[in-house]
């Protein structure tokens, strides 16, 4: 995959994605019953203008308060997540994704019914972590790719898989490099072992391996550490940073967006 598919994608050489959590989804330990689905829709919606406004160059979904994830998700999580998406699309200016954790088939089925550009997850690599075993399954996630007609959704490789350590002993460099051979990760996204860790190192190894991927840092951006990932990475996908007070449970904070984006851009 050419070096410059995120330039081709976001129109912006070294593209800023900001995360737009959904809250938690129907039947999910932190759900809010009183407040429904509307409540969601309301903050999703608050949290897209403001990553707009703050001048990010595409946006990724997650259903990121639906701690402890599972391995698969029940239907009423993708159903949900694609009309909240459907409910703001005419407020969407940049392109977007969908992550969902940790589910790729279903956030394969979210992106194809909601014209998704790419979508985010773990797609090879074997891992334990605080959710248990959790498994890349590039065979069967290709094989329904296809079957959905979903081949123009760029796949977002997760290596390696956040809050959790590789069962794979090889260098972060190999997995990288089989992942791209097998055709699963049109782009790698390379995290730190936790968020605020230091994993410079990985980034660069990484795009010296795979030198025809674009790689993206996917965790630990701030507006103080963003040229540092930028100088290493084609791109960075930000999350907590974005936020109120750098919480992940909070809104995201327009004024947070401008200033790292102003200093990616400087």
């Not at 605080?130 to 296809?146: K, N, P, Q, S």
């Amino acid at each position: 995959m050419p070096r410059d598919l995120l330039a081709t994608l976001f129109g912006r050489q070294k593209p800023i994605i900001g995360m737009a959590h959904f809250l938690a989804m129907p039947g999910t330990p932190r759900y809010d019953e009183k407040g429904g689905v509307e409540a969601i829709r309301a903050a999703i919606l608050q949290d897209v203008v403001a990553l707009q406004e703050g001048g990010v160059d595409g946006v990724l979904f997650c259903n990121e308060a639906d701690t402890p994830y599972t391995t698969e998700v029940g239907a009423e999580v993708p159903a949900t997540m694609a009309a909240l998406i459907a409910s703001i699309r005419e407020q969407l200016q940049v392109p977007f994704g969908v992550d969902v954790m940790w589910d790729p088939c279903a956030a394969l089925a979210l992106a194809q019914a909601t014209g998704a550009s790419f979508v985010r997850g773990l797609f090879t690599g074997s891992y334990a972590g605080d959710v248990g075993l959790v498994a890349g399954r590039a065979g069967e996630i290709l094989r329904y790719r296809r079957r959905i007609g979903a081949q123009g959704v760029k796949l977002f490789d997760l290596i390696p898989a956040e809050f959790a350590g590789p069962l794979d002993a090889r260098p972060i460099e190999l997995r990288a490099k089989t992942a791209v051979f097998l055709g699963a990760a049109d782009a790698i996204c390379v995290s730190g072992p936790m968020t605020g860790m230091e994993y410079a190192d990985d980034l660069r190894r990484v795009g010296d391996l795979v030198p025809d991927t674009p790689i993206i840092a996917n965790t630990g951006v701030t507006a103080e550490t963003v040229r540092s990932r930028l100088a290493a990475a084609d791109g960075a996908i930000v999350g907590t940073a974005l936020k109120l007070e750098a919480n992940p449970w909070n809104p995201v904070d327009v004024r947070r967006v401008k200033q790292l984006v102003e200093a990616a851009r400087s």
